[in-house]
């Protein structure tokens, strides 16, 4: 079989590595794709609205004209590209791992499911030869971190491997203005789409920190995303979208809900990886569900310009 996407795959981990046949096959004609990813469905929020998520999201991709990846690792392969029962095998289980770079080797060596982070979802998406990717929200330098040192891999990973991702900025979980320090000394560029000067904070529109960049629209971004790719830069581009206006949920109210989450963390000693999808699900309850439907939005709108901005850098490198 001949693999259009999977231009990077050697024959030394081809075998480690499933590819749906939508994305691999006899064309030579290599359409636009969007990556996403699978810790989402694992770990970042309950069942049945991560299936429904997934598959929303797929669907949106599809409808802009690119052709949706989700990447997982499932019985100890890499699978790039998911059928309707895979996802739901992965929305329902209760044993997947979330999968960061450090955690992929000994997760397929045992022959295990995983869910993907940003940073190993980014780092497959390059093996596989594909450039966007989207997502929710990126993981950060913790609020503390400066004395835990909890900085989550997707940070680095920016750094050294060139993809797009497209999220709705950092969530105010994490310490956003020490996550963009460490995202311009890794390199990143790091772009806000749209007519703000405020890098936006997941649930709401601004966070009170200006954007290090800005592109106007999916075709400046794109623009962008080819530059990089002809100076040979090998970094990561992050691209923040702010939530939908009518999804958004302003800054104090988050704030109120998350220090009764970072208290309940802080006396249960939840750290590491546990961390984040603790704190999603406290939000989830203390909100009576409201920042998962802003989740749910956001992850949605994404999924529509990672799609757009695909389709519209698939035109530019043609
Ligand atoms: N933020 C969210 N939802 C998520 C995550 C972050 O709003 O599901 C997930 C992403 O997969 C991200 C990961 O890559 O958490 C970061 O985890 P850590 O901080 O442990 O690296
Ligand atoms: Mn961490």
């Known amino acids: 079989m001949r693999l259009t996407l999977v231009r990077r795959l050697n024959t030394l981990s081809k075998d480690l590595f499933k590819i749906h046949p939508s994305l691999a096959g006899g064309s030579s004609r290599t359409e636009a794709v ?9 770990h970042g929020m309950p069942y049945p609205q991560n299936l429904k998520l997934a598959l929303s999201m797929e669907a949106i991709i599809t409808e802009h004209g690119a052709r949706p990846a989700t990447i997982a690792v499932m019985d100890g392969k ?3 590209g998911l059928n ?47 450039s966007v990717f989207a997502t929710g929200g990126i993981g950060g330098v913790h609020r503390d971190g400066e004395n835990s040192l909890d900085i989550s891999a997707d940070l680095t990973e920016l750094g050294r491997t060139p993809v797009a991702v497209v999220c709705a900025g950092a969530k105010s979980i994490l310490d956003i203005p020490r996550t963009l320090e460490f995202l311009e000394t890794q390199g990143v560029c790091v772009a806000t789409i749209g007519d703000t000067s405020d890098f936006p904070s997941f649930f709401s529109r601004k966070s009170g920190h200006h954007s290090p960049c800005h592109v106007a629209n999916v075709q400046k971004a794109a623009e962008l995303i080819h530059i990089q790719n002809r100076l040979n830069l090998q970094t990561g581009i992050l691209f923040a979208v702010p939530i939908p206006q009518e999804d958004e949920i302003p800054n104090d109210q988050v704030e109120e809900w998350l220090q009764v989450a970072l208290k309940e963390a802080d006396s249960h000693d939840v750290r590491g990886r546990d961390i984040t999808p603790f704190l999603l699900k406290r939000l989830t309850e203390l909100s009576n569900g409201r920042t998962l439907t802003a989740n749910l939005a956001l992850l949605r709108n994404n999924a529509k310009v990672g799609a757009q901005i695909a389709v519209a850098l698939k035109k530019l490198q043609d």
Request: aromatic share 0%; hydrophobic share 40%; proline share 0%.
């Open 34 to 42: 969007v990556a996403l990813e699978s810790t989402v469905i694992t």
């Open 84 to 130: 309707e029962e895979e996802l739901s095998d992965l929305a329902k289980s209760k044993s997947c791992r979330k999968v960061s770079r450090r955690d992929l080797s000994d997760t397929l060596s045992k022959g295990l499911h995983g869910g993907t982070t940003v940073a190993a979802t980014m780092l497959l998406a390059h093996r596989a030869g594909i």
């Open 78 to 80: 890499v699978s790039v």
